[in-house]
């Protein structure tokens, strides 16, 4: 895990930025995410540049240093994440005669690269985001993983493209374009997050998700290019077989479960676990301890409003933990910590969420313990249908489809009357609810798209709106999809996850220099469990607590009712708040405040 930066001045001529200067300002504002060490390397021509911060996990030693290049010089790579499977694509490297200088995973991409040339990331198992440079082709290779774990974000800044694991590493070192991006403000009014491919700059893009882009000396060839669409991969497992009994079920969950958590305790310093009182994380945990070679350690984070409340997470947590024999910790977090860390947490949010303050404050006290990789069990809810969007938005589309011919103007009539009395969600019923992209867009929406204008400049409003054009994109995500578990999931995984919830594990993470690992967000697992995700009998997260147990988990776990892992912010921040809708409004304007001023 590490923070990376890339400049590539393609066009003669362009700009007047020194491509070493401006990576020192990457890596400067980069420090927290790599702070064993950093590195430079720029072309002799002085128009390509790389940059590295280093946190250290495989392969410590000196060897593993980036950015790294090959024996000949002809390639250098940049690499943030973790290679999962290094040693096995190592392994079979070494067969048709390669020799390595290191230990480490970095050095694979490399070898992988010349074998396979862009190809190269159908082979990989992990989380990730490089920047490979090819002096024989003149031409820069971005890529990043399938599920966006490892975020990357480019400007093609007047000839010059310039690269970083972070916004604002790219705004600290200079981008000439800042002017808004209308989509990108309109989404975070819209859902509490900003949807990839935006941000809040017209000058910068995310590398989408499981896409790869090639920038030669004419500049960018085309778009990125997807290689692997996780909304296809679950398209793709309605063609499963239906007759599998619950005991293959459970043979090929149990499988996939203990293989993903053995490639996700790869590392060469010791691996903990978040432990919370929810199944995902308690799972983890029981399969995890069967792969340490230590014992395992575990840390559970609580706050003095939630003792003796449903929320308080500690007493069940260190009910497991001692079963298990983990070496467990508790840390407890007062309101006026979270107040005094509020400067740091507004500063380490790379680009704004509503969310990430409980991944940041758990983080910190995992890093002050002395822990540098930590698995979390973010992934499990979505994929395994753990929220009430499962339920709600099949049951939105089914009440509103008959509605759909007169459904703005049903809106326009009905949103005055609610909007005193209820949600303006109801009114967008009518408008929105009779397809699955539009009843998701309600369920997670903070703010509805009609309420834009006021809280925007109407016209940028109008053009965000435009530009994000919603509905059709989210209705694109899951076109064809007939099983409305599936469309669901897929909608979950694709814009709540990757959005919100992997971004906010990278920079609240990162700010601690601490390395999360989701194993319920892995490829290879993720391809096998979408295919056993069709008897609707089953409870598929107790069915995941059941093989990670061994058939017999602790009671308690199973009987729990779900409640998240959620921080008394309410109270805390926005004391006046009387639901859960008004208090996230607010924080959310309090948030947007922070970046626009």
């Keep these: 895990m590490c923070g990376i930066g890339a400049i590539f001045r393609y066009k003669d001529h362009a700009g007047h930025d020194d491509p070493a200067s401006w990576l020192e300002k990457v890596n400067a504002r980069q420090r927290p995410r790599g702070p ?60 048709q005669g390669v020799r390595f200088r290191s230990h480490s995973d970095t050095e694979v991409l490399l070898h992988l690269y010349r074998r396979y040339g862009k190809r190269m990331v159908e082979h990989l198992r992990g989380m990730y985001a490089f920047a490979l440079w090819d002096a024989q082709k003149e031409g820069l290779l971005l890529a990043r993983d399938p599920f966006g774990i490892k975020p990357l974000y480019y400007a093609d800044d007047a000839g010059t493209l310039k690269v970083a694991s972070q916004v604002k590493a790219l705004l600290a070192a200079g981008v000439s374009d800042t002017s ?30 499981g896409s ?37 079920v459970r043979e090929t969950l149990g499988e996939a479960l203990k293989e993903t958590m053995r ?24 399969l995890a301890t069967r792969c340490a070679h230590l014992p395992l350690r575990t840390f559970t984070l609580g706050f003095d409003e939630f003792r003796g409340k449903l929320d308080d997470e500690t007493p069940l947590a260190e009910m497991v933990a001692r079963r298990l024999g983990t070496c467990h910790e508790t840390g407890w977090v ?38 540098k990789v930590v698995l979390s069990g973010l992934g499990g809810d979505e994929l395994l249908g753990g929220y009430p969007s499962f339920r709600h938005v099949p049951l939105i589309v089914k009440v509103a489809k008959p509605f759909a011919s007169v459904g703005s103007l049903a809106r326009a009539v009905a949103e005055p009357v609610l909007r005193r009395v209820a949600s303006p969600k109801y009114a967008g019923i009518f408008e929105y609810g009779g397809s699955f992209g539009g009843a998701y867009l309600l369920r997670r929406a903070v703010y509805v798209p009609w309420e834009l204008p006021r809280l925007m400049d109407p016209e940028m409003a109008h053009q965000g709106w435009q530009r994000l054009n919603a509905v059709e994109a989210l209705n694109r995500t899951i076109d064809e999809m007939a099983d409305p578990f599936h469309a669901v999931s897929a909608l979950e995984v694709t814009q709540y ?52 147990w061994d058939g017999n988990p602790p009671e308690p776990l199973l009987h729990r009712a779900k409640t998240g892992f959620a921080v008394p912010i309410a109270e805390w921040l926005t004391p006046n708040a009387r639901t859960v809708g008004s208090w996230r409004r607010g924080w959310l304007k309090h948030v947007y405040r922070a970046f626009v001023t």
């Design 36 to 95: 064993d060490g950093e590195g430079l390397w720029v072309s002799q021509d002085r128009t390509v540049g790389l940059g590295h911060r280093r946190l250290a996990i495989i392969d410590l030693s000196p060897a593993g240093h980036q950015p790294m290049g090959s024996d000949d010089g002809l390639l250098w790579v940049t690499y943030n994440g973790e290679i999962y499977n290094y040693k096995n694509l190592r392994a079979a490297l070494e067969g």
């Design 180 to 209: 808004p991006e209308p989509a990108g403000h309109a989404g975070f009014f819209l859902w509490g997050w900003v949807p990839e491919p935006f941000t809040l700059y017209r000058s910068i893009r995310a590398l989408p998700a």
């Design 212 to 248: 790869a882009l090639w920038v030669s000396r004419g500049g960018p060839v085309g778009e990125p290019e997807t290689y692997c669409d996780v909304g296809r991969i679950i398209a793709g497992s309605e063609n499963s077989p239906l007759s599998m009994s619950r005991r293959k």
């Design 263 to 286: 490639y996700h305790m790869v590392a060469d310093v010791p691996v903990g676990v978040f432990l919370s009182a929810g199944l995902d994380s308690t799972s983890l945990a029981a």
């Design 334 to 371: 007062s309101k006026k910590e979270l107040m005094d860390d509020l400067p740091r947490i507004f500063d380490a949010m790379d680009q704004p969420s509503i969310d990430g303050i409980n991944t940041f404050l758990v983080s910190k006290g995992a890093a002050e313990r002395g822990l």
């Design 497 to 548: 996850m990757r959005n919100m919830l992997l971004r906010d594990s990278d920079w609240a993470g990162m700010a601690h220099s601490l390395e999360i690992r989701v194993p319920f967000v892995d490829v290879a697992f993720f391809k096998t469990v979408v295919g056993l995700l069709r008897a609707k009998a089953l409870n598929y997260k107790q069915l995941v607590a059941r093989c990670a």
